[in-house]
């Protein structure tokens, strides 16, 4: 009977733990943490609230070649 009570508890963890033997989330970290962002609900906004704090959805000032400025 004790047997049977330990390989029950034992089929009933290894079933629990299923996720670790085959992830639903990608291996590369950033497709990770973007995966994790996008599936929780109540943060959807976080990508936003990000650019924003890193002023990233501003324009772009720096220019790739030098200008004169003044008038000509």
């Known amino acids: ?31 990770r943490a973007r995966q994790l962002i996008n599936s929780s609900e109540s943060q959807r906004h976080i990508n936003e609230i990000w650019e924003r704090i890193w002023f990233l959805d501003a324009p772009d000032f720096a220019t790739p070649y030098r200008v004169h400025g003044g008038v000509i």
């Open 1 to 31: 009977m004790r047997k049977l009570v330990l390989t029950g508890l034992m089929l009933a963890i290894s079933a629990v733990q299923v996720g670790c033997f085959v992830p639903i989330w990608s291996s590369n970290r950033d497709t």
